[in-house]
């Protein structure tokens, strides 16, 4: 019995994997960026004197950001 080389087809596999990843990363910045928006959007209600709206603003986006990233 002869096996035959599937090197050719592990290559294209991997190549996709690789593309997929790369994609993922453009997703990721924007959560990124969401994330530091809110962040600083909060902080400053809670400078400016809304503490409990600025605390609120942080626990929601927080379960918000965790659902998203989860796949909920």
Do not use: H, K, Y
């Not at 400053?44 to 927080?62: C, E, K, N, R, W």
């Amino acid at each position: 019995m002869r096996a035959e080389d599937d090197f050719g087809l592990w290559e294209q596999e991997l190549r996709r994997d690789r593309a997929d990843a790369a994609e993922d990363r453009g997703g990721q910045r924007g959560m990124l960026l969401v994330a530091i928006m809110t962040m600083l959007g909060c902080t400053a209600m809670i400078a400016i004197g809304q503490t409990p709206l600025g605390a609120a603003g942080l626990v929601v986006s927080g379960l918000i950001l965790l659902l998203w990233r989860t796949g909920w």
